[in-house]
Structures are given as structure tokens and as C-alpha cells.
């Protein structure tokens, strides 16, 4: 028995709502590997892919946004391509503070932390179940990209 809450797995499916991509201001981190991984994919020097698309906040970078009706969408998120949908134009390179989501140790300290984050999330809930391996995977890579953040 593992202890954790949600021992059995979760249900989560993204549903391309871009709810994750957007809302109020905030981060999207990405390390030097993440940003030029970016950068090739986009077909630009590591140089520029910083000077267009990201903001320095000191000790740390993260991807722009553009506000929108939506909130503060990240500059790769297209609404336009498939209607109704959010789309992910980095989605095979996009930073581990995106492939994570919603397995981050803030949504799963508790049962009532899964359901606020389901408030956001249309997602979570939907779809077939998580395993807790792969749910632990997820969860500790973010948790490790945060203590590399914060120090």
C-alpha cells in the first residue's frame, strides 16, 4: 500500500480547453536543454527565441504570454487553427512544467487540492485512469525542476 490518496490512479484526459495555458499572469519555467530544443524546433538562434519569446524575471525565465479575452495566453498556445480547441504549438518540445500538468505536487497533496485543480481543469476527472507509477514519475520530476528553481 503506497499511502497516498489517490493510490488507485487518477482520471485525467486533456481535452485541448487551454484552461493550463492561460489565466491570470504567471510562469512557464524552462531550462537551457528546454529553450534551445524550443529554438531548433522553431527554426531560431537560441539568442532570439529568448529576446522574442521569453521574459526575464531575474532569476529565472519563462515562455511570454499575450493577454487575450481568454487571460494571459502563453505565446504558443494557438486558438485559431482548430476551432473551439487550444492547441499547443510547441506540444512536442514544450517545457516539463507543461508535460507535467496536472501532476504537480501542489494539485496532489490532497483529495480536496485535485478537485480545486478540477475547477480549472476540465480534464481532470475525464478519461481513463493514471497509474499512480506514472502519476509519481510526473509529480517528482516537477518537484525536482522546483528545487532546481528555487536554489
Known amino acids: 500500500m503506497s499511502g497516498e490518496w489517490y493510490e488507485d490512479g487518477l482520471r485525467f484526459e486533456c481535452t485541448q480547453c487551454g484552461a493550463c495555458c492561460t489565466g491570470a ?3 512557464v519555467n ?28 531575474g532569476s529565472l525565465r519563462s515562455l511570454a504570454e499575450v493577454k487575450t479575452r481568454h487571460g494571459y495566453d502563453c505565446v504558443f498556445l494557438d486558438r485559431a487553427t482548430m476551432p473551439g480547441k487550444a492547441v499547443c504549438t510547441l506540444y512536442g518540445d514544450r517545457p516539463l512544467q507543461c508535460r507535467t500538468f496536472p501532476f504537480w505536487p501542489e494539485n496532489l497533496k490532497s483529495a480536496s487540492a485535485w478537485k480545486r485543480a478540477a475547477r480549472e481543469c476540465e480534464g481532470i476527472g475525464r478519461g481513463g485512469f493514471v497509474a499512480i507509477e506514472d502519476i509519481r514519475i510526473q509529480r517528482d520530476a516537477q518537484q525536482a525542476r522546483d528545487a532546481t528553481i528555487r536554489h
Do not use: W
Request: glycine share 10%; net charge negative.
Open 25 to 27: 499572469p504567471g510562469y
Open 30 to 57: 524552462f531550462s537551457e536543454a528546454e529553450g534551445r530544443a524550443i529554438a531548433a524546433r522553431l527554426g531560431v538562434s537560441f539568442e532570439e527565441f529568448l529576446a522574442r519569446y521569453t521574459v526575464d524575471h
